[in-house]
């Protein structure tokens, strides 16, 4: 991947508090964008955001703080899923850091085409790779390239383009659960 030249994720990805906000943060009685923390969404005033102004109009791909598997580590098949939940954010919504914030676009379609990139067997593997507790932080991207997102992403796309061997693909199979 060095070899093309590009960018890691990890430039890309919000810090843990991608708006400012602790987890304990939750929606107050009224305001002008929604927050999403770990249990729902209410309305949360746009002027007590602290971080990540510049994202508050933008669609947002998310995925939680915390890591699908048990401590960071594989199932009993010796597989791991890594994300816990992957989810997009529409403009004037805003997060705890529940969540991390993986990208954000001006285009609905480039956030889902980043989803449908987090959701390959390929990008998971090397999130895995950075992965040392259950905690995701953005430095746990510092291998997934940063990608052109006007084009979605699939396992097959990103073998090609990677020139992966059968056997680096069979390695990666045994190790990432498909996601659902």
């Known amino acids: 991947m060095l070899a093309k030249n590009e960018k ?3 430039v ?3 810090a843990s508090k991608p708006f400012g906000l602790r987890t304990f ?5 009224s305001g002008d964008i929604i927050l999403r923390w770990q249990n729902g969404e209410g309305p949360y005033n746009r002027g007590d955001v602290t971080a990540g102004v510049e994202m508050i109009d933008e669609w947002k791909a998310i995925t939680s703080y915390v890591g699908y ?3 960071g580590n594989p ?3 010796g597989k791991r899923r890594v994300f816990s939940k992957i989810d997009i954010l529409p403009p004037g919504t805003i997060c705890t850091e529940t969540y991390l914030v993986v990208g954000s676009y001006k285009k609905e379609a ?3 085409n980043l989803v449908a990139y987090m959701k390959t067997k390929f990008f998971r593997f090397l999130v895995a790779q950075f992965m040392y507790s259950h ?3 953005k430095d746990s991207y510092s291998f997934v390239p940063i990608l052109d997102m006007e084009k979605k992403w699939t396992d097959k796309k990103l073998q090609e383009r990677y020139k ?3 056997k680096e693909i069979a390695f990666i199979e045994s190790k990432i659960k498909p996601m659902e």
């Open 25 to 29: 943060a939750r929606p107050q009685k």
């Open 135 to 137: 905690h995701i932080t």
């Open 110 to 112: 480039h956030a889902k």
């Open 164 to 166: 992966l061997t059968q």
């Open 75 to 77: 199932g009993k098949d």
């Open 12 to 14: 890309q990805v919000s």
């Open 8 to 10: 890691y994720m990890s």
């Open 69 to 71: 598997d048990h401590a």
